[in-house]
């Protein structure tokens, strides 16, 4: 009986853990120094802080909290924008469909929500707003 050789069986060892497209993808988070990240952020402060009857409407339906402006922050950590951006694709994207790296902007709301945006990924001509709570379960997605 012919033995295999270590060489051979270290090449399939490291064949077998190459994800599908060869390399793994990346999820990184906006600094909060980009427009893109302070528009998210003002729109979320204004939408936890307002009082008029539109804006608790429109807060009750993206199921946000109501909370002090001090506590809507970006968040730029790298643990929290990996699950970010594994929840986020799997919010906007059919089951099935192989990641792809992207760059976020993550908003905390409080203790409990996140709004997570990715700025390349579209709906039609409008950006993909997704909102979690604290366990990444998807709530809602808005436009």
């Not at 204004?46 to 001090?70: F, H, I």
Request: net charge positive; proline share 6%; with cysteine.
């Amino acid at each position: 009986m012919a033995m295999l050789s270590p060489r051979f069986l270290f090449a399939c060892v490291l064949l077998s853990a190459t994800p599908p497209g060869g390399e793994a993808q990346t999820y990184t988070c906006l600094p909060d120094t980009t427009e893109k990240t302070q528009i998210l952020r003002d729109h979320i402060v204004s939408l936890v802080t307002g009082t008029d009857s539109e804006t608790v409407a429109t807060r009750n339906a993206y199921q946000l909290p109501v909370v002090a402006a001090s506590k809507v922050t970006v968040v730029t950590t790298s643990s929290v924008c990996r699950k970010a951006g594994a929840a986020y694709h799997a919010a906007v994207t059919p089951p099935g469909t192989p990641q792809v790296s992207r760059t976020l902007v993550v908003i905390k709301v409080g203790t409990m929500r996140y709004v997570v945006l990715d700025p390349n990924e579209r709906a039609g001509e409008f950006e993909n707003h997704v909102v979690f709570d604290a366990k990444w379960n998807r709530l809602i997605g808005f436009s």
